[in-house]
């Protein structure tokens, strides 16, 4: 069964410390992971989206690793502010090849907390 | 602001009843997603169209349908609702000309049933 598990289930940390979530997918065929920022009671956000041959991509503080081997990716929050409190929500799309749709599969999400 | 819109905000009904969530995507995106979050939940794909053809379905109950219309607005149709349809419904739009395509949700109508 396809399947994205994210963790920790959530997380407190002090304003201007990194952190770093991470995210474990059984998808396949796999085509591309996303991480989405959401905020309580508002639409998610994209943040990053890499696939297969993606390593690595950053979108300002934020800074996301894909491992397509061990199936792992990670976001890596860089000098937490305050407005970085959100659920973040990890995304694998599996490859459905025809007319390249793609099914996303979402993960539960990590809710980080910023403390000032 | 994704430049996709929801109505209406909030919505609070009885179980039995049938509601319409309406959603304009942005200018230019041929696709819209429905998706369903419940409280505490991840979010659950539940249809996609595109250009005004159905093009996957995800958990979409029986219960529920959705189109979407020349203009390329879509609308949610939720039927003989039940306490366990209370839950945020987004809707996201997309280009779709490539893959991977970025969505840009809107912010969701809040459904209540009571």
């Known amino acids: 069964k396809n399947q994205v598990e994210q963790s920790p289930q959530s997380l407190i940390i002090l304003e201007g410390k990194n952190c770093t979530l991470q995210?474990?997918?059984?998808?396949?065929?796999?085509?591309?992971l996303r991480w989405y920022k959401q905020d309580t009671g508002r639409g998610p956000v994209s943040l990053t989206i890499?696939?297969?041959?993606?390593n690595t991509k950053s979108n300002g503080r934020y800074t996301a690793t894909l491992d397509a081997d061990t199936k792992q990716s990670s976001l890596h929050i860089t000098a937490s502010q305050l407005s970085d409190s959100a659920s973040y929500i990890c995304?694998?799309?599996?490859?459905?090849?025809?007319?390249?749709?793609?099914?996303?599969?979402f993960g539960a999400g990590t809710r980080l907390a910023v403390h000032p | 602001d994704s430049g996709v819109t929801q109505t209406p905000k909030h919505l609070i009904t009885a179980t039995g009843q049938r509601v319409t969530l309406r959603c304009s995507p942005r200018?230019?995106?041929?696709?819209v997603y429905w998706y369903q979050q419940s409280l505490d939940q991840g979010l659950q794909f539940l249809i996609q169209?595109?250009?005004?053809?159905?093009?996957a379905k995800g958990n979409i109950l029986e219960r529920f349908s959705a189109q979407q219309f020349p203009d390329l607005h879509s609308e949610l149709n939720l039927s003989s609702l039940e306490l366990g349809d209370s839950a945020l419904y987004f809707c996201?739009?997309?280009?779709?000309?490539?893959?991977?395509?970025?969505?840009?949700f809107g912010p969701g109508t809040r459904l209540t049933v009571l």
């Open positions: 996201a739009s997309s280009v779709d000309r490539q893959v991977p395509d970025t969505q840009y």
């Open positions: 995210c474990n997918y059984t998808v396949s065929p796999f085509s591309n």
């Open positions: 890499m696939t297969f041959s993606e």
């Open positions: 995304v694998v799309s599996e490859d459905l090849g025809s007319g390249g749709y793609n099914k996303l599969i």
């Open positions: 200018s230019g995106d041929l696709s």
């Open positions: 169209y595109y250009n005004g053809e159905e093009r």
